[in-house]
């Protein structure tokens, strides 16, 4: 069964940091491109970051490069977003994917991430 847990998600101050994780679990980890994408309430679900199945490539939104980074660790199946210098549009749920060639095969449930003094 696949599974992509998220945790780490919660209310933060502006400027605050937070580290999202995401344990996978019932596929080939490394052999997928693994992503963080965020959806607000009323906007499209946007891509914020992506890293390559070893690792050796990452790509981010225009409006987290700078402040968040993406990482993966293939012995333990976790994929980290660690987000600094938090603002209050950054506010939204966070999902963890896994993708091939393109193609968003796996999701996970989401954790919320609150920007707010």
């Known amino acids: 069964q696949v599974q992509l847990v998220e945790s780490g998600g919660g209310l933060v101050q502006p400027g605050g940091s937070l580290r999202l994780s995401c344990a996978a679990s019932g596929f080939t980890f490394s052999n997928y491109v693994m992503s963080w994408h965020r959806q607000a309430p009323g906007n499209e679900r946007e891509l914020v970051a992506a890293?390559?199945?070893?690792?050796?490539?990452?790509n981010y939104a225009s409006s987290v490069k700078g402040r968040f980074t993406i990482s993966r660790d293939n012995a333990k199946n976790l994929v980290l977003l660690q987000m600094n210098t938090l603002r209050p549009e950054d506010t939204a749920v966070y999902y963890c994917?896994?993708?091939?060639?393109?193609?968003?095969?796996?999701w996970g449930q989401g954790t919320q991430v609150t920007v707010s003094s």
């Open positions: 890293i390559t199945s070893v690792g050796g490539s990452t």
């Open positions: 994917t896994a993708s091939r060639r393109g193609v968003y095969i796996y």
